[in-house]
Structure formats: structure tokens, C-alpha cells
């Protein structure tokens, strides 16, 4: 079935991305990050750059707690906090370039199968791929779509594409109502 295809090509993602960061972190080593620190700095790297408010709503935990992650991660290196140029009271959460060589694997991974893709098929097939793939990401993904599109300070481009939001969204997957 389709959505079992979906759901293999999703777990290798991950598999491939914990491997590789597994194997570059030195649990040893003060900086090393624990896998509850990994997912929070993609979730903030994901999300563009989101102020802790944000952060700590998308992750589900209070603001104080949200508080303490990013403290261990700006500690050991992983995120920095950024004020805002528009107004000096906000202050916005980044990864750093330490976490983005670590995060990078998968985005190295993507573009290798990206080229396995284009030896093997043609251009046509290649191009209707991408469509599918655009239409999955933009059209169908209406839950996570929502959240960035309102909640989130995403890098330009992540969501330039998308259309306006569907009815059927899964509410509950949000907790917050439309604006």
C-alpha cells in the first residue's frame, strides 16, 4: 500500500539521520547533547527562528521548562538567542553552525537520493515526481502547514509554496483556533 511506502521511506530518513548523528556525538564529551536536546534543536531549526514562547508551545511544555532546554543547548554551543531588530524585547532562538554540521546529514542524504533518483529516471518521470512530492508537502501536510504558516519565523522559502489552508484540518493536532 501507498502509505506503507510512505511510511518506509520516513522511518529510513530517520534511521540514516540518527546513525549519522549518533556517531558524531561523544557522549563523553561536555557538549555532547542527550537525544532529547537533538530533537528540540531540530525542532527550533525546523521552525526557522522561533522565539521561546513558540518553542516551548510547539514542543508542549511550559515556558520555564523550555527555558532550561535552551539553556543547555546555547551552553554547550548547539543555539544562540538573537533580539529582534523590529523590537528589542523579542528574542529569537537559532541553531549555530555547530548544530548545523551535525543537522546537515540529512540534508546531504536527501540530495543523494535525489541524484540516485535522476540517473534512474527521466526527466518527465522526475519532474511529475516533484510535483508529487510538492503537492504532498504544500497540500497534504495541512496540521504541520497550519503551525508553520501561523505560529512559526520560517527561513525564506520553506513555505512560499503552500496554498490556503483546507477546512479538514486535524484541529486537535494543533490546539489553537484559526485567526
Known sequence: MLQ???HSIYLKMKLYYYRRIFRRIDARAEDSLTALE???AEAISGLG???L???AHFINVSQP???YKIANLEKKGYVDKIKSEEDGRIVHLVVTDKFKQIYGSSER???ILGRRLERRYSQEQIALFSEMLETLSDDMMKEVNYYL???ADLPSGVMENSRS???DILVEDINYKRV
Open 38 to 40: 537533538i530533537f528540540c
Open 65 to 67: 521548562n523550555a527555558a
Open 49 to 51: 527562528s522561533p522565539t
Open 109 to 111: 542524504y536527501a540530495s
Open 53 to 55: 514562547t513558540e518553542f
Open 165 to 167: 489552508m483546507p477546512e
Open 4 to 6: 506503507d511506502k510512505i
Open 149 to 151: 504558516r501561523h505560529k
